[in-house]
T-cell receptor, first 115, second 112 residues
């Protein structure tokens, strides 16, 4: 079955530690996205990528980094510079890079907490 | 002004009634809109896409797009307790045509 796989489902970060959230898709989608959702809040865009080896900052990129070395994969690193990382992180993908008339499809998310 | 706006709710509707969810947007040239359903603790799930003016029906769901008035709505007929969730409206942002902008969501509660 085609879909988006995020791992791990739960993640705990120690003070000063970088952690990486995995996102893999087998939908052959060009575009991939990372969102952050805080309790009772909407989705905030962290980074997005329309094509391999290219990515753009979203609205809240500070303290985060990404890479897009393969079409299927778009990992997100939460660095120690992100002082309030506790949130629900969602990865999404859509068919065409640069085509906002295509819907995004989401993975199941990763919950990150501080130890 | 936010690019996509929704009333946060909560909206409480009796079981069996019609639930009406609304969304307004600020980009006059937007072509397509999407409705997502998000259960508590879960990720958003796409339930409707609408690309042209007028109504689009899919089972108990009807999406309505009115480009002249810049609003899009979702009607849920014969509301069921399983429809209780947060509903997110999404559309293209005028600041960047390559990404979708999500509203903050409307929390819907169906009371038995």
């Amino acid at each position: 079955d085609g879909g988006i796989t995020q791992s791990p489902k739960y993640l705990f970060r120690k003070e000063g530690q970088n952690v990486t959230l995995s996102c893999e898709q087998n939908l052959n989608h060009d575009a991939m996205y990372w969102y952050r959702q805080d309790p009772g809040q909407g989705l905030r865009l962290i980074y997005y990528s329309q094509i391999v080896n290219d990515f753009q900052k979203g609205d809240i990129a500070e303290g985060y980094s990404v890479s897009r070395e393969k079409k299927e994969s778009f990992p997100l690193t939460v660095t120690s510079a992100q002082k309030n990382p506790t949130a629900f992180y969602l990865c999404a993908s859509s068919i065409g890079g640069g085509h906002s008339n295509q819907p995004q499809h989401f993975g199941d998310g990763t919950r990150l907490s501080i130890l | 002004q936010k690019e996509v706006e929704q009333n946060s709710g909560p909206l409480s509707v009796p079981e069996g009634a019609i639930a009406s969810l609304n969304c307004t947007y600020s980009d006059r040239v937007s072509q397509s809109f999407f409705w997502y359903r998000q259960y508590s603790g879960k990720s958003p799930e796409l339930i409707m896409s609408i690309y042209s003016n007028g109504d689009k029906e899919d089972g108990r769901f009807t999406a309505q797009l009115n480009k002249a008035s810049q609003y899009v709505s979702l009607l849920i007929r014969d509301s069921q307790p399983s429809d209780s969730a947060t509903y997110l409206c999404a559309g293209p942002g005028y600041s960047s045509a390559s990404k979708i902008i999500f509203g903050s969501g409307t929390r819907l509660s169906i009371r038995p």
